[in-house]
C-alpha cells in the first residue's frame, strides 16, 4: 500500500489520506481546510482523479474530515462512503448545513458585488449535491470485517471523539495501516472511551494537542460554572462559541447537572444553532452508541441534554431576539467563530466588561476565534470595529481531542508501528514526535504530498 497526505500535514485541517493498492485507489476523510486567506483556492483542487477513486473511508462528522465529500462527488466520484451508522447520519445534517452556508455566503457575496464590481465566487457544493452524495453513504458497524476487495479489508475501531467516530483499519495479505481519525479524552461524557487500537504496521495518529494537557473534566466544569457566576453577577451574558456537533451536547449536559446541584443560576440558556438541535436529536436516537451514564439517563426518560429554562432558537428572528438581553447563556455556532449565529452575539456582547466569552474548543490559525484567544483588543465584525471587552476565558478541559498523555495512551496500544503525526501545528507535531522518540518509538511528522509505503 501508499499512502499520501493530501491534508492535514503540518496543519490541522484538510484531513485526508490517498490510499493506492493493488486493487484500487482509496480515501480516508476528505475535508475541507479552514482558517486560511488561501483556502477556498485550496478546497476546490485535488491532486488525483475523482472519478479515479473507489470507496471513501469517513472517520467521522465534522467538516475538517468530510466537509468536501459532495465536491469530490461533483467532480465524478461515485464509489461507497462507509462510515458508522451514526456517522451517516450525523453527516447529513452536516453537509445539507454547509451547502446552505455557502450558497448564502454566494448570494450575500453576489449582491455586494454588483454594487463594487467585484466577482462573488460560486459555492463548492450546493444542496442538490450533497442530497445526491448522500445516496452512496454506507453505514457499517464498529469491529465488523468490511471486504473491499479480494486483498484489502477494512475495520472500524471506536476513537472516543464524538458520536459514531472511528479509527480505520486498513488490511491486506501482508500488512495493515491504521489512520486514527481523532482520538477522544478518555473520562468525558456522552461518548464511550477510545477502544485499544488495533497493532499494525503503520500508524497516522492526529497531533492537536501533542504538546500539553488538559485539565481535567471536574476542573473544567468549575471553570464554567466560575463564569457563569461571575457574568451573572455582574449584569451581564456568558457567549459561549461551540461546535454544533459533539461540543454542543457535552455542553448541555454539564449545565444540566451543573443547575441541578445548585452550582448555577437557573438563569435562561439559549441553544442558537438549528443543527446543533437536529444533531442532538440524532444522538438521542443512538443510544447503543452513548456511554452508560448517558445512555441510563435516555432509558430511564430523563432527557441528558435538556432542561427547565433552555430555549431552543430555530428561526433568525428567535436569535435576533436574544439581543438586549441580560444574565443568560448564549450557546451559538460556529465554534471557532467564523461564521454562524455566534458572530452576532459577539457583536453585541464583546463590547461589554459585564459579560464573558468562553471558548471551549480549539481556535484554528487566522479565524477570528484565535484572534480573540490570543488577546486581540479590537476585531472587525460585518464591517465594523469592535472594541473587546468582555472576559475571554479559554477552557481546554472540554476539547474533543486527547491531549499529550490521551494520545500516548492510544498509540501503546499499536505495538512497533511506525508512527506519522499528522493533523497537528508543526511545533505541536514535534514536540509529541521528541517524546515517542525518547520512548524508543520509530516516528516522524507528516508532510504534504509524501509516500509512506508498507
Request: hydrophobic letters at 40%; glycine letters at 10%; proline letters at 5%.
Amino acid at each position: 500500500m501508499k499512502i499520501i497526505p493530501v491534508g492535514a500535514a503540518g496543519e490541522v485541517t484538510g484531513s485526508c489520506f490517498l490510499v493506492r493498492t493493488c486493487g484500487g485507489s482509496y480515501l480516508v476523510d476528505c475535508g475541507v481546510f479552514q482558517g486560511h486567506a488561501d483556502d477556498d483556492g485550496r478546497n476546490l483542487s485535488f491532486p488525483f482523479d475523482p472519478e479515479e477513486i473507489d470507496a471513501v473511508f469517513l472517520t467521522h462528522a465534522h467538516l475538517d474530515h468530510c466537509g468536501r465529500l459532495p465536491y469530490l462527488h461533483a467532480l465524478g466520484f461515485r464509489g461507497p462512503v462507509y462510515a458508522t451508522p451514526a456517522t451517516c447520519d450525523l453527516a447529513q445534517f452536516i453537509l445539507l448545513d454547509a451547502a446552505r452556508l455557502q450558497t448564502e455566503d454566494f448570494q450575500r457575496h453576489y449582491r455586494r458585488g454588483r454594487r463594487t464590481g467585484m466577482p462573488a465566487t460560486p459555492p463548492m457544493y450546493d444542496e442538490q449535491d450533497v442530497l445526491h452524495l448522500l445516496r452512496y453513504f454506507h453505514p457499517h458497524p464498529y469491529g465488523k470485517m468490511l471486504p473491499i476487495d479480494s486483498n484489502v479489508q477494512v475495520v472500524f475501531h471506536q476513537s472516543g471523539h464524538i458520536l459514531g467516530s472511528a479509527a480505520v483499519e486498513i488490511r491486506n495479505e501482508d500488512s495493515s495501516v491504521l489512520f486514527s481519525g481523532d482520538i477522544g479524552s478518555p473520562g468525558r461524557n456522552v461518548v464511550p472511551d477510545f477502544s485499544s487500537p488495533p497493532r499494525a504496521n503503520l500508524v497516522f495518529c492526529e497531533s492537536t494537542y501533542g504538546d500539553r494537557l488538559h485539565r481535567t473534566e471536574a476542573e473544567s466544569v468549575t471553570e464554567l460554572a466560575e463564569a457563569i457566576n461571575w457574568a451573572f453577577a455582574a449584569g451581564g451574558n456568558v457567549v459561549i462559541p461551540a461546535f454544533a456537533l459533539e461540543r454542543t451536547q457535552d455542553l448541555l449536559f454539564d449545565l444540566r447537572a451543573l443547575r441541578e446541584a445548585g452550582r448555577v443560576p437557573r438563569n435562561t440558556v439559549f441553544m442558537d444553532s438549528p443543527l446543533a438541535i437536529n444533531l442532538t436529536k440524532v444522538y438521542e436516537h443512538h443510544i447503543g452508541d452513548l456511554d452508560d451514564a448517558t445512555r441510563a439517563l435516555v432509558k430511564a426518560h430523563d432527557d441528558p441534554f435538556n432542561f427547565d429554562g433552555l430555549r431552543q432558537c430555530l428561526t433568525p428572528g428567535q436569535s435576533q431576539l436574544i439581543n438586549g438581553q441580560n444574565g443568560v447563556v448564549i450557546v451559538a455556532g460556529s465554534g471557532m467563530c467564523n461564521g454562524g449565529r455566534v458572530v452576532h452575539h459577539l457583536k453585541h456582547n464583546l463590547w461589554r466588561s459585564d459579560s464573558a466569552v468562553v471558548f471551549i474548543g480549539y481556535q484554528a490559525s487566522g479565524t477570528l476565534g484565535r484572534r480573540l484567544v490570543d488577546g486581540a483588543k479590537k476585531v472587525t465584525i460585518e464591517h465594523e470595529p469592535v472594541r473587546v471587552n468582555a472576559r475571554r476565558i479559554t477552557i481546554n478541559g472540554f476539547s474533543a481531542h486527547a491531549d499529550q498523555a490521551g494520545l500516548l495512551q492510544w498509540l501503546g496500544h499499536t505495538g512497533d508501528a511506525h508512527i506519522v503525526l499528522n493533523h497537528g501545528e508543526p511545533s505541536v507535531s514535534a514536540t509529541l514526535a521528541g517524546l515517542l522518540t525518547e520512548s524508543g518509538r520509530s516516528v516522524e511528522v507528516a508532510t504534504p504530498d509524501a509516500v509512506y509505503e508498507v
